[in-house]
């Protein structure tokens, strides 16, 4: 009993040791690095429903299947068409997908807004929920492959502002008292139809040169947060209060606060995805712990307040979820990781939908509990996402510049690979051989200057050389001033 209790402290430890540890690390990403040519790959419309917080509106309902509302039915319409990637597509033909995909969405979108509200028109709205559910699939593959970090960071902000945007204006009804409350989702409609119908075979190209991947623990702990997060965030959609004027005016409010936070901790401040983790969980937590509060209370607003830290949430779940894709798997693994995220995005649908169909009044008390359960378990993996993630050799493309202008010009000459170099010493070789100082380094990759100078040194021991000029000689590339440090 000793010993367990022993194992069971230092683990304890080990974990909250390596939660504050994390909590120091640093990130590099530059807008340098973002290619507007890659925009249609950015924009990850079809993602976009998924957590916009008017899914209550604007599917709202009085036709019930099998003791479920239409939202749910709708939600489980949109992962299934998510899941018919896995049976029908390849690198190769994914762009006859995405445009197959955008007809399908188009074909039950259209007739969905005209007809009179009916089982026929709901018909016509699964149906489109089916093929937007594919659309997210095509994107994310996009998304996850045809980026660099920098532009995937981008992409996620700048999906999170405009549904946040909408959210407030559907609050105020302003835009949409206008035209119509279908206006937003026609924007997502047509905004997801033009980016997939421009899809290039070429950009993805990268992708068919992957070499074999399987399930590694950085995947693993990738998919525990990705998934982690639809679940709290679905959470919030089945309470009473969710789709009211003045949750959505909140929560778009503080929605756009939050994204500028995120944009500033990650490109000024230069934190880690990390910190944005665990802000994300803290807030939804105080969100629906608040919701015991009397109803009207200065409490319960606050409330609604925290939610707006969703958007934090899903920019971090998605910048993860590609960059670990695009480093660590292939389009084998992340078809397989989809068919592991279906069953469990239905039952985040489901099951709230059935506690808040039978027990309304449950959801504040459910959604409390398993949000704190997921949040301890992302706390005690903290050692592994030390070890897997964010301090391991591979992560240095999440501290490290994004390689878009340097790397192309080291891979050019086609020889680094048979060295032996760390990522970290690649990115030195690039620096290097666009003319850079090791002081000029430290400052780009914001290290210490000795630090910098390591890095050179091992390089140049194994490269087997002594200087720059040597380093420049074989390469081949014209030699620059030698680096005087």
Known sequence: MEAQSKKLIDSLFSSFSSFVKLWRVRDNIRLSNVRLKNLRYMLIFALAPVFANMQGSLFENDIRLFGMDAM????????VGTGSIIVFASVKNMVTVSRISVLVTLAGFIPWVLLPQSRLSFA????????????????????????????????????????MFMEFDYGISFISGLFGGGTYLTILVIGTAICLWSYKTEDFIDALKKPEAKFSPAIT??????AAHKLVEILYTYFPVASTPQALISNGIVGLIVIGISFAMQVWAKRSIWNMCNLFFIAMICAYALYFTPDGSAWRDISRFFHGFEQMGFIASYYLFGCVYKKHGNFRVFKRCFAILIPISLLAYVIPGIFSAFAPDTMPLISTV??????????????AYAK?????????????????????????ADRLENFGLTPR?????AF????????????????????????VKNLYKKLGIGSKSELF?????????????
């Open 432 to 455: 290097l051989l666009r003319g850079y100082s090791s002081k000029q380094i430290a400052g780009e990759l914001d290290i210490k200057f000795d630090t910098a100078r390591f890095h």
């Open 388 to 412: 897997y993630l964010f301090f391991a050799d591979w992560s240095d493309d999440f501290t490290l510049a994004d390689m878009t202008q340097t790397q192309p010009q080291v891979q050019s």
């Open 425 to 429: 010493e690649k990115e030195v070789a």
């Open 124 to 163: 016509f709205a699964v149906l489109f929920m089916f093929g937007f559910g594919s659309c997210a699939a095509c994107a994310g593959f996009s998304y996850t492959f045809a980026l660099n970090n920098a532009e995937r960071f981008f992409g996620a902000v700048i999906i999170s502002a405009i549904c």
């Open 473 to 485: 000689a074989r390469f081949g590339f014209e030699s620059k001033s030698e680096d005087k440090n």
């Open 370 to 383: 398993i949000t704190g359960l997921i949040f301890f378990v992302f706390v005690m993996l903290s050692p």
């Open 72 to 79: 749910t039915l709708m939600g489980s319409a949109y992962c």
């Open 221 to 226: 702990l990738m998919l525990y947060f990705f």
